[in-house]
C-alpha cells in the first residue's frame, strides 16, 4: 500500500495545467487530467461526486473554492468519531463548509483540490 501511495503522490506532481477536460455529466461538472488520474489510481469517484454536489450546492456563494482532505490520526478518529475530514473554504480561509467521514479507503492521509468555475483541478492545474 505504501509504494501505492508513493506513487500516486509522485505522479500528481507531473500534472501542470490541463489539455484535456473530462465531464462529470450528473452535476455538469468538469475536471483535469490529474483529477483523472486520480479517480482512476486512487478509485476515489466518490471524491468527485462529494466536492461537485457541495461546490454546485447554495451552501457555496464563492467560484473559487479549495477542498482540504485529510484523514485524521488514529487517536483523533477515537476522539472525534469520524476517520476523516474534507474541508471547503472560498480561498481566504473562510470555511463555509465541512463533511466528515466515518470511513475512508482513500490512499492519501490528505490532498488539497480547488474548484473553479464549474471544474474540479489539482493546485498545480490551476
Given at each position: 500500500m505504501e509504494n501505492k501511495v508513493n506513487k500516486i503522490k509522485e505522479d500528481l506532481q507531473q500534472f501542470i495545467g490541463s489539455q484535456t477536460f473530462y465531464s462529470l455529466s450528473l452535476f455538469s461538472t468538469k475536471f483535469t487530467?490529474?483529477?483523472?488520474?486520480?479517480?482512476?489510481e486512487a478509485q476515489c469517484l466518490w471524491l468527485v461526486?462529494?466536492?461537485?454536489?457541495?461546490?454546485k450546492s447554495p451552501v457555496n456563494q464563492s467560484?473559487?473554492?479549495v477542498i482540504d482532505f485529510k484523514k485524521l490520526s488514529e487517536k483523533e478518529q477515537k476522539e472525534k468519531g469520524y476517520a476523516a475530514l474534507m474541508t471547503y473554504d472560498d480561498g481566504n480561509g473562510n470555511v463555509f463548509y465541512k463533511a466528515h467521514y466515518p470511513f475512508t479507503d482513500f490512499p492519501l492521509d490528505e490532498i488539497k483540490l480547488y474548484f473553479v468555475h464549474d471544474t474540479l483541478?489539482?493546485?498545480s492545474e490551476y
Open positions: 487530467e490529474g483529477i483523472k488520474y486520480l479517480i482512476e461526486l462529494d466536492v461537485s454536489a457541495i461546490c467560484y473559487f473554492v483541478m489539482l493546485p
